[in-house]
């Protein structure tokens, strides 16, 4: 079998229209073009024999090779360095962002090749496989140049330095020596079928491409607002959450990749390539608490034309998930002829659960859309048409947030969300003057509150649990205060917080659910969920619980991989799972900063903020 690298030994490149991820071992592995969620040119993760890759490795007859990876600060700039005993030499990947958001098939992933001490050898394969490796290819070879054409899309290779390129059937590869100081650059652009090549690339514009990239996330970060205690580790999630942003419509995909596993040889094999309508609104979220306010508005704008267009085939006003230019059709299929990651099967894109109804989406809408004060009237007007809808369509049960095939129930965090929309509306309504059956409205949202109460709270377990009819908790539910359903010290909350760290927690790390205890219709386990790890900290940080809230943090930012970026999931062993890398991850990190710097704010301006530590941390 071949080898396949850790999910986590990867960067990730981007031009905020499509995405890359880099192995630390220098392979191209996970690229689909033009967009986010087009089929594959590289899915060497998915089938390391058939799934294609772009690989620049050290020459192995050097000895020894010590690897190593990192991003140049505070950019997205993944710099792979090569250390034998002869020399260390470096490539810099980057793409550059597209300073004009219109959709394009044009498309450059820049790696620079340089040599920082002594000399080495490298050698340099480029195996691409159309349409996730179901398409055939053609090779047109030129001096410097190669042609890769499949159907929909052309790769073209082109090289600035000494690489002469060799056809191996209808791949290239190259081998060549860089000394101390010398640099080389190969290029890889998409184009649309048949068109002309881009021009040649000479290292003067290869560097000016450089430093515009650099430019360009410097810049961005300058409208941070954050000055907290790890500010490295926010800003990276705060750039990831930026990648995983399609530029064109302002539409955040939930990750990057389809098809990694939660369990390494299980089912739970799904494709994250697509705007969720909760996902997208707590990245923007995110985000705006960080002070970057024109991604939030992008998303606003999204939002709101798919409100425009107009009901689901199901009558629901949105559809859960939408590809990022807004088409909602996200049908299934499975690519039987990828051997999965790791045996991982099956490989799936496309999302089956697109048509599920999951009623929490209209309150993390409501959520984002709430937070401008420049309400548009016909934005407004389909907002009120869509709570309106929601008072006759909120008590119903629902596949809830962890989209499971087992069934409809009355979910609790489904309610708690409905009750935020219909908060949500009153407030904008009240604060914007706006017209509204606030009546109604106000009615709806205190049922809901009395549901839960009264449904949602099981007296035998002192929490508040999964559904109405189980004894089950769930970690989605640590939303709760943030939400402003409650006070985070509210007594019924605290029990709720202590019965998820008896029975979720294990060591920081957070099972969303007990899968054994609520069967969720798909075979296997899974890991622990890092969004819920994330929640957990920042429960714990409202709660009160500094100590172990910080510990936790802190605890959880080692799971990060080596520059600093989040899967789904943890495993057992510690190994990241699921599809890499996740806004959910990412955004929750963030709040959870957030609110332990503004916790720990608060208690430290106390004379004695240390009191009471050791009793907290046993």
């Not at 691409?128 to 398409?135: I, L, V």
């Not at 330095?161 to 390129?165: D, L």
């Not at 607002?225 to 995983?244: E, F, P």
């Not at 508040?464 to 989605?476: K, R």
């Given at each position: 079998?071949?080898?396949?690298?850790?999910?986590?030994?990867?960067?990730?490149?981007?031009?905020?229209?499509?995405?890359?991820?880099?192995?630390?071992?220098?392979?191209?592995?996970?690229?689909?073009?033009?967009?986010?969620?087009?089929?594959?040119?590289?899915?060497?993760?998915?089938?390391?024999?058939?799934?294609?890759?772009?690989?620049?490795?050290?020459?192995?007859?050097?000895?020894?090779?010590?690897?190593?990876?990192?991003?140049?600060?505070?950019?997205?700039?993944?710099?792979?360095?090569?250390?034998?005993?002869?020399?260390?030499?470096?490539?810099?990947?980057?793409?550059?962002?597209?300073?004009?958001?219109?959709?394009t098939d044009r498309h450059r992933l820049v790696r620079v090749v340089r040599v920082v001490r002594g000399s080495m050898g490298f050698a340099f394969a480029?195996?691409?496989?159309?349409?996730?490796?179901?398409?055939?290819?053609t090779l047109e070879l030129g001096a410097g140049a190669a042609a890769f054409r499949g159907p929909g899309l052309d790769l073209h290779v082109q090289v600035s330095?000494?690489?002469?390129?060799s056809a191996e059937n209808t791949d290239v590869t190259a081998h060549f020596t860089l000394e101390a100081g010398s640099t080389a650059a190969i290029v890889l652009s998409t184009a649309a079928p048949g068109s002309a090549p881009p021009p040649a690339p000479g290292s003067g514009s290869v560097f000016a491409a450089f430093d515009t990239c650099c430019?360009?996330?410097?810049?961005?970060?300058?409208?941070?607002?954050?000055?907290?205690?790890?500010?490295?580790?926010?800003?990276?999630?705060?750039?990831?959450?930026?990648?995983?942003?399609y530029a064109p419509t302002g539409a955040p995909i939930a990750a990057l990749t389809a098809g990694l596993p939660e369990q390494v040889g299980g089912e739970r094999n799904w494709d994250y390539r697509y705007t969720w309508i909760r996902d997208a609104s707590l990245s923007v979220r995110a985000l705006l608490d960080l002070?970057?306010?024109?991604?939030?508005?992008?998303?606003?704008?999204?939002?709101?034309?798919?409100?425009?267009?107009?009901?689901?085939?199901?009558?629901?006003?949105?559809?859960?998930?939408?590809?990022?230019?807004?088409?909602?059709?996200?049908?299934?299929e499975t690519l039987d002829h990828l051997a999965g990651y790791r045996g991982s099967r099956p490989v799936r894109i496309g999302n089956g659960a697109a048509g599920q109804i999951q009623l929490d989406i209209y309150g993390e809408a409501a959520d984002a859309l709430a937070q401008t004060t420049d309400i548009a009237v016909r934005g407004w007007q389909n907002f009120a048409g869509l709570v309106d809808w929601l008072c006759d369509n909120w008590d119903r049960p629902d596949e809830g947030v962890w989209e499971t095939r087992g069934g409809r129930k009355n979910f609790t965090y489904s309610r708690l969300m409905t009750w935020v929309a219909f908060d949500r509306a009153v407030r904008a309504a009240t604060a914007h003057a706006?017209?509204?059956?606030?009546?109604?409205?106000?009615?709806?949202?205190?049922?809901?509150?009395?549901?839960?109460?009264?449904?949602?709270?099981?007296?035998?377990?002192?929490?508040?649990?999964?559904?109405?009819?189980?004894?089950?908790?769930?970690?989605?539910?640590?939303?709760m205060p943030r939400m402003g359903f409650l006070s985070p010290r509210d007594p019924d909350w605290l029990s709720t917080l202590d019965a998820m760290d008896a029975e979720l927690v294990s060591d920081s790390l957070v099972h969303r659910y007990d899968p054994a205890a609520a069967p969720d219709g798909l075979a296997g386990a899974e890991g622990?969920?890092?969004?819920?790890?994330?929640?957990?900290?920042?429960?714990?940080?409202?709660?009160?619980?500094?100590?172990?809230?910080?510990?936790?943090?802190?605890?959880?930012?080692?799971?990060?991989?080596?520059?600093?970026?989040?899967?789904?999931?943890?495993?057992?062993?510690g190994e990241q799972l699921g599809n890499f890398p996740q806004a959910f991850t990412h955004l929750a990190q963030i709040a959870a900063a957030l609110a332990l710097d503004e916790e720990l704010d608060r208690v430290e301006s106390r004379p004695d903020p240390g009191a009471g530590v050791a009793a907290e941390f046993r």
């Open positions: 079998m071949h080898a396949y690298p850790p999910i986590a030994d990867h960067g990730m490149v981007g031009d905020l229209q499509t995405a890359a991820l880099v192995s630390s071992a220098g392979a191209i592995d996970w690229w689909c073009a033009p967009r986010f969620d087009s089929p594959s040119l590289f899915a060497a993760l998915l089938d390391a024999e058939r799934g294609g890759s772009c690989t620049i490795t050290a020459d192995p007859a050097a000895g020894p090779v010590t690897t190593k990876q990192l991003y140049l600060s505070d950019t997205a700039v993944l710099i792979t360095r090569f250390m034998t005993a002869g020399g260390v030499g470096e490539i810099a990947d980057f793409m550059e962002p597209l300073g004009d958001p219109v959709a480029c195996r691409p496989r159309f349409d996730y490796a179901r398409a055939e290819h330095g000494p690489i002469e390129f430019r360009f996330w410097h810049t961005w970060l300058r409208g941070s607002t954050y000055r907290g205690r790890w500010r490295d580790m926010v800003h990276r999630s705060a750039i990831t959450l930026k990648l995983l942003t002070g970057f306010t024109a991604e939030a508005q992008a998303f606003r704008h999204w939002l709101r034309d798919r409100l425009e267009a107009g009901g689901t085939a199901s009558g629901e006003p949105l559809q859960i998930m939408y590809r990022v230019d807004g088409d909602p059709e996200l049908t299934e706006r017209p509204a059956d606030l009546p109604r409205w106000t009615a709806a949202r205190d049922a809901v509150f009395d549901q839960i109460l009264a449904r949602g709270w099981n007296a035998k377990r002192r929490a508040f649990t999964q559904h109405y009819d189980t004894e089950v908790l769930d970690a989605a539910l640590l939303l622990t969920f890092t969004l819920c790890s994330f929640l957990y900290v920042e429960a714990l940080a409202r709660a009160g619980r500094l100590t172990r809230a910080r510990y936790g943090f802190d605890k959880m930012l080692t799971y990060a991989n080596h520059v600093g970026l989040f899967a789904e999931e943890i495993g057992p062993s």
